[in-house]
Each structure stands twice: as structure tokens, then as C-alpha cells.
């Protein structure tokens, strides 16, 4: 299994400034997702992040407005740029897993509640 | 990956099974078909899979149609906890694009006493 801690849980921005998510995960994994989850719908992906490489990101996201590194193994960080009150959604980090020798799975971190004024 | 469709929405008495359906005519051979649920003000967190035999486990059983084109998710006795959105999703397992999951929109389940 993988333990995903989220920072911060939450957080109130103006508009046009920036907010970098960081994701931290207790084990190393190759691959880091990010989604996004807009009030009442479901979770959009945004890009995937390798170590070593450029994320990848979905169509509709683009790396100037959601920037993503990936430093190493365990870690990596999103940043929602120039944000604007449509920006405002839950952000979620999600990594692969081994649940046991047969099959992975996804495991999730609690989220960034991120609200845009 | 191939889409999903579920209701919107069920309602279910506390302790009684929770029979959640869930149609996915375009699935592959290789993909298998997963349940997840989200909790309000949490992550998605991981019920079961299948990919065409009937699953169980601790949380939940899956029934899987012999033609796979469809599937149940059965909580066995509801409780008021197990109020959340579930999703059914169909991916390949285990490749390196497994954790790219695509989510509908999900079936809100209410558990009421």
C-alpha cells in the first residue's frame, strides 16, 4: 500500500496569484497523478508525472497554467497558476500501488480543497 | 478506456444490501472492471475488482456478467458510513498507464437508518 500526504489540506487565494500543491508519498513509486475535482463532479485527470522526465499532461491542461515537478521518487508538486475563480476545485494526488503480488491499485491523498476569491 | 454508466443515485436502509449496478458494453478481453468509492471530503479509496469470475472480499462482492458487459457491486449490509459516491471504472491492470483512471460521473449512494 501507499501512504499520500496532501499540503496544504486547503487554502483561500485572490485571484492571479499561484498556489503549489505538494504531494508526498511514503514509498517510491515511478508514477504520480494529479486530478482535479471540480464542485460536484467527478475527477478529471491533469497530467502524469515520471521522475525524471516531463509530466504529461491530459488534453485541456496545459504546463504554463499547472506546472509540475517531479524531484525525485517520492515526491512531487502541482502549482495552479494565475488562478482565477473557475480554478477553484479539489486537487488530489494519486499513485500506483501493490496491494499484493497479483494486482496494483490506485491510492489517493485527502486532497487540496482550494478556493479562488 | 472504456466508458461506464451507472445511476445517479440509490437509496438504501441501514443493514440491508446495497446493490449497485454498473454497464460497460464496450469493454475489452484485458480490461478488468473496479470499484472505488469516495467518502465526502476524502480521496477515492479502492473497493474491489474483477475481470470476469465473482470477487469478494472484506469490504464488498462483485458480480460481473458472464458476457461482461455489465456488473453489480453488492455491499452486503449497509451501514450509515458506507454513505459516499462509488465509482465503477474498466482499465488494464498493471500496465504503466493503470493508475491513469478515468472517472464518470458515479453512483451517490445514501444509507439511511
Known amino acids: 500500500s501507499a501512504v499520500i500526504s496532501q499540503k496544504p489540506s486547503r487554502d483561500i487565494c485572490q485571484r492571479g496569484t499561484s498556489l503549489t500543491i505538494q504531494c508526498q508519498v511514503d514509498s517510491q513509486v515511478t508514477m504520480m497523478f494529479w486530478y482535479r475535482q471540480q464542485p460536484g463532479q467527478s475527477l478529471t485527470l491533469i497530467a502524469t508525472a515520471n521522475q525524471g522526465s516531463e509530466a504529461t499532461y491530459e488534453s485541456g491542461f496545459v504546463i504554463d497554467k499547472f506546472p509540475i515537478s517531479r524531484p525525485n521518487l517520492t515526491f512531487s508538486t502541482l502549482t495552479v497558476s494565475n488562478m482565477s475563480p473557475e480554478d477553484s476545485s479539489i486537487y488530489l494526488c494519486?499513485?500506483?500501488?501493490?496491494?499484493?503480488?497479483?494486482?496494483?491499485?490506485?491510492?489517493f491523498g485527502q486532497g487540496t480543497r482550494l478556493t479562488v476569491v | 478506456d472504456a466508458k461506464t454508466t451507472q445511476p445517479p443515485s440509490m437509496d438504501c436502509a441501514e443493514g440491508r444490501a446495497a446493490n449497485l449496478p454498473c454497464n460497460h458494453s464496450?469493454?475489452?478481453?484485458?480490461?478488468?472492471v473496479y470499484w472505488y468509492r469516495q467518502i465526502h471530503s476524502q480521496g477515492p479509496q479502492y473497493i474491489i475488482h474483477g475481470l470476469k469470475n465473482n470477487e469478494t472480499n472484506e469490504m464488498a462482492s462483485l458480480i460481473i456478467t458472464e458476457d461482461r458487459k455489465s456488473s453489480t457491486l453488492i455491499l452486503p449490509h449497509a451501514t450509515l458510513r458506507d454513505t459516499a459516491v462509488y465509482y465503477c471504472?474498466?482499465?488494464?491492470?498493471?500496465?504503466?498507464?493503470?493508475?491513469?483512471?478515468?472517472f464518470g460521473q458515479g453512483t451517490i449512494l445514501t444509507v439511511h437508518p
Open positions: 494519486s499513485v500506483e500501488g501493490a496491494r499484493d503480488e497479483s494486482y496494483t491499485e490506485a491510492f
Open positions: 464496450t469493454i475489452s478481453g484485458n480490461e478488468y
Open positions: 471504472i474498466v482499465s488494464n491492470a498493471g500496465g504503466t498507464s493503470y493508475g491513469k483512471l478515468t
